[in-house]
């Protein structure tokens, strides 16, 4: 699959670093873009991001086009602004533009929001993401396989994440497994 993985300025940076890890493994055409306001967050909360393959504002990605869709986009972890800004049309970067680009084109796109709690107008603005063909996709990890560290946390939700663009994994075992 040909994916664009976008790491936005949210705390939970991790889960876009491990997915990015595991679609490389797989041998998935990923492409990576880490928001300006990511590389901040990554840079205060100490996480090492993988190799961003376009700035946020290079254009020259292929996603940014419908004549050239990825097979899916997933924004890990998607801020608010950024779902603000997908949610209203607003494509002023790469990421918000391959993300309208999936939609429009009826590709896969996942929003890994990382915020609580959640105002009406975040509510909003993933009911439209919805509605339009997204997925909404809380950073809400379960506990039934029993964690033990924080990477099987990490591991819990990137694994839902793998299961809602049809990708096999091992990451976790699954209820009454």
Partial sequence: ???LVAITGASGLEYGVRLVEVLKKQKHDVTVV???AGKKVAEYEGVKLPKADFDEGDFRCPYVSG???PDAVVVAPCSLKTLGQIAGGIASNVITR???VALKENKKLILLVRETP???IAIENMKKINLAGGTIMPACPGFYHKPKKVEDVIDFVVARVLDHLEIKHN???RWKE
């Fill in 118 to 120: 959640l105002s009406y």
């Fill in 1 to 3: 699959m040909k994916i």
């Fill in 171 to 173: 990451l976790m075992k």
């Fill in 34 to 36: 880490v928001s300006d």
């Fill in 98 to 100: 391959s993300s309208e």
């Fill in 67 to 69: 004549s050239n869709p």
